[in-house]
């Protein structure tokens, strides 16, 4: 049984902290005692060394992309370069505070004014912010830039177009702007049904909000005409930057008409997820919609770098601070690495990688949509699944064989959907490993399904009891009634 | 520099089986206007060369290194034990993604546990969820909680509480139908009258930052009753370090209590990344914003972690869900769990009493040099203001030369408070840095 913090005990002084150089009573007397607290936290006595080995040994129960190939669709898990880790942590920028004289803090502001450049330059955009700390929070923010815009032009808009592929995040940052949100159909090709698009669009259209390539890992061939169809409606177009890998120095969202983007620093632009975060969410805009973005803007003159002081149509500031400065270092550094022709290689190796496993998985899965894809694509396990064998359980064999589940069940308009991203980073090696391996699994379905149908079976648990967490919610430690700890 | 795997021979190869004579034919779909333009960005570079690039620009930045921070205002200066950043940085945590797959992630699924055990200690609050962006944008998460709670559309927000948190409340609840009312500040605390008179049938809920922007103890006990007898919520605010010593929110009744996670073991980094926490009491659980872990067991009985309550969230609730909220702040939490396990149940206090005594000891010096005065006679935590009857440029001037970083002009936020400098004072503070600031200050 894996054992908590909460649930081992060694010694633990925090000798690591320096001493007291007054007496505890004395220290106490300078806050009335009604402010003070009764209980004590019962937190876990652990010496450094079981500190140490405590997490140590949980991080070995993850799958990660320096230990697995991870192909998880979506979610673009490419190699995190380590001279990234080490730049963000150099005291230069970690042992700097965001209030510091904007004289003594001009190489933290020339890296987040060359990174507006180096993104705008990147997606075809002219202003970009790098307030919003994640790809969810770069839709609030774009959607308030909507807002803010109808609002300078005295239009009323209720409604947000998003195609029925679209990811979660979407249609909520949408509710949490007050929109109503309408779906727009997907064709038999794969693509957003132009038709079914005009016949939503009106004036109560604030914006539709899209990935190119879309979640089916398709280039949406229609978008110049699906752009003037938004704006003759008097809509923006909001592009969600989940799948920008696909498209770095191969074309740019800007050219194709979108007005507001937002990009995931912690998939195209290589921040390690972190198991969850911190990522980053930049937004850039058109011309027309600069004077919206969250206040304050980096800018420079002549040499200086330093904060705009007045934004008045400004939406305002969605985090404290100036964003996730550590994720955005990192990005910038992984920019001025590659360069423009380092650029142009993650998407040609991107698209490369995904094309010839898809290929390759033809003649074990059904494909929905035959076209080439981009950097990733979305394959069904609907002839597994008559067999008797799930895309979860799929999934989980996987995780067997070392390599981390692709995204399941999504997009939902694909029946036992597994979307599969291999991203740029991994070698043809590991391609045709992982190819070899789905076809194991595939033959397994009929000489031993079980085998199948019950794993993982080397992983630190097995299938994990998802109802009984959800129906029992063990959320936290509780100390036994009565015990010391 | 590129992070490629593949050589031009296994690319050949793959064209080949896909069937296409060259990329190019893999992107013939894209319109051709769209393919018409070239980078600005100039050319790659080498990690050696990155590494210098990035170290001179680095030299344009003042730090704790070489100077000494006074300044806090949110973020503030603590020290990190080394074992905090080497055990978090270790690829298994960095480069895994959200623990979708828990049976492949019971590692990140079991810390985000007992981070959120450690929470709810320290909070004396009933649950936690496994991380937010920020201080700010919890409290804005908070403030929707309460008014998606029932049907009261009121915020009560001091002035006490940090400016740009208050931006960002504003920012989050623009479109939540909502009123926010701000309650005015009387010496250096939310002023208690004016709260009552402001307390009606319609306030969701009352916010109070505890300590406050000025670093002062709100009268935190008073607040909740008051809040509780007009049936409203309290949002409490709170900086994770103070509660070594401070009362929890827990304690004095607070329904939701979020803070800054930073001073757990992140570094101040220019502001972030950092983590929000967010701990409620029990009845609001199931209308948290944001993943949880919980612990159940595998088939076999075996004791395992999964995210959980999954049905408040985006991926499966879409428009309906409590948030928008996808990719959190996990690693800097993973940091935040770990930095209080070292900590235990005597470094947090002994953390807190440090820092307490540091601040106290720096206070009582400043006040005894000519022109400094009390801002407010009013408890303070490791953070106060005072008045500096000085020139503000030839203060600032003698601040640098000391190679002293801060403290706070007051005047950046609030207009009205002229000389008035907001000081922080961790337990980094040594006796020859404060020797440096008296002598900057007395100059």
Known sequence: MSELIFEKHSLNDASWLPKLEEPEAAILKRVPKEYLRKSEPAFPSLSELDVVRHFTNLSRKNFSVDTNFYPLGSCTMKYNPKSLDSIASSTSYTQIHPYQDEEDIQGALKVLHEMQLFLSDITGMDEFTLQPAAGAHGEFCGLLITGAYHRSKKQKKTKVLIPDSAHGTNPASAALCGYEVVQVLTNAKGHVDLKDLKSKLDDSVACLMMTNPNTLGLFEEEILEIAQCVHKAGGLLYYDGANMNALVGICRPGDMGFDIVHLNLHKTFAVPHGSGGPGSGPVGVKKNLVQFLPAPRILKEKDRYFFEKTAPSSIGKLRSFYGNFGAIIRSYAYIKALGVEGLKGISENAILNANYLKTKLKSIFEMPYNDFCMHEFVLSA???????????????????????????????????????????????????????????????????????????????????????????????????????? | MQYISNTEKDKQEMLTAIGVPSFESLIANIPKRLRDFELKIPAGISELELDRELDETGKR???????????????????????????????????????????????????????????????????????????????????????????????????????????????????????????????????????????????????????????????????????????????????????????????????????????????????????????????????????????????????????????????????????????????????????????????????????????????????????????????????????????????????????????????????????????????????????????????
């Open chain 2, 61 to 443: 930045n003042k730090n704790f290194k070489y100077y000494i921070p006074y300044i806090g205002a949110g973020n503030y200066d603590h020290f990190i034990p080394a074992v905090v950043d080497r055990l978090a940085l270790r690829g298994e945590f960095i480069t895994a993604y959200t623990p979708y797959q828990g049976e492949a992630s019971q590692g990140t699924l079991q810390s985000m546990y007992e981070y959120q055990s450690l929470m709810c200690e320290l909070t004396a609050m009933d649950y936690s969820n496994a991380s937010m962006y920020d201080g700010a944008s919890s409290l804005a998460e908070a403030a929707l909680l309460a008014l998606r709670f029932g049907e009261r559309k009121k915020i009560l927000m001091p002035e006490t509480v940090h400016p740009e948190y208050r931006a960002v409340v504003e920012t989050y609840l623009s479109y939540a139908g909502s009123e926010i009312v701000t309650i005015p500040m009387k010496n250096g605390a939310l002023d208690l009258d004016h709260l009552k008179k402001s307390l009606d049938q319609n306030v969701a809920a009352v916010i109070v930052q505890h300590p406050n922007f000025f670093g002062i103890l709100e009268e935190a006990r008073e607040i909740s009753d008051l809040a509780h007898r007009a049936g409203a919520m309290l949002i409490a605010c709170v900086n994770p370090v103070s509660l070594g010593v401070l009362q929890p929110p827990g304690e004095y009744g607070a329904d939701i209590a979020v803070g800054e996670g930073q001073p757990l073991g992140n570094s101040v980094s220019f502001g972030g990344p950092h983590f929000g926490f967010f701990t409620v009491k029990e009845e609001l659980l199931r209308k948290i914003p944001g993943r949880i872990a919980g612990m159940t067991v595998d088939k076999t009985g075996r004791r395992s972690f999964v995210l959980t309550l999954q049905a408040r969230e985006q991926h499966i609730r879409r428009e309906k869900a409590t948030s928008n909220i996808c990719t959190n702040q996990a690693l800097c939490a993973l940091k935040g769990a770990i930095y209080l396990t070292l900590l235990g149940k005597t470094g947090i206090k002994k953390l807190a009493l440090l820092n307490l005594s540091n601040a106290h000891r720096t206070y009582e010096r400043l006040l005894k040099i000519k022109g400094v005065k009390p801002f407010s006679d009013k408890p303070f935590f490791n953070e106060f203001a005072v008045r500096i009857d000085k020139d503000r440029d030839a203060l600032k001037v003698n601040l640098k030369k000391h190679r002293i970083l801060g403290p706070l002009d007051l005047q950046k936020f609030y207009p009205a408070l002229r000389s008035s400098y907001l000081f922080a004072v961790t337990e980094k503070r040594t006796g020859e840095d404060l020797d440096q600031l008296i002598q900057a200050v007395d100059a």
């Open chain 1, 382 to 485: 609907s002839s597994q699944k008559k067999r008797g064998v799930k895309a979860l359980d799929i999934a989980k064999r996987l995780l067997d064989h070392g390599v981390y589940a692709p995204t399941i069940y999504f997009p939902l308009i694909v029946d036992e959907a597994m979307m599969i991203e291999p991203t740029e980073t991994e070698s043809k090696e590991t391609l045709d490993e992982f190819v070899s391996i789905l076809r194991r699994i595939d033959e397994e379905i009929d000489k031993d399904p079980q085998k199948v149908l019950n794993a993982p079976h080397t992983t630190p648990v097995g299938r994990i009891d998802e109802v009984a967490a959800a129906r029992h919610p063990n959320l936290r430690f509780k100390p036994p009634q009565g015990s010391v700890l």
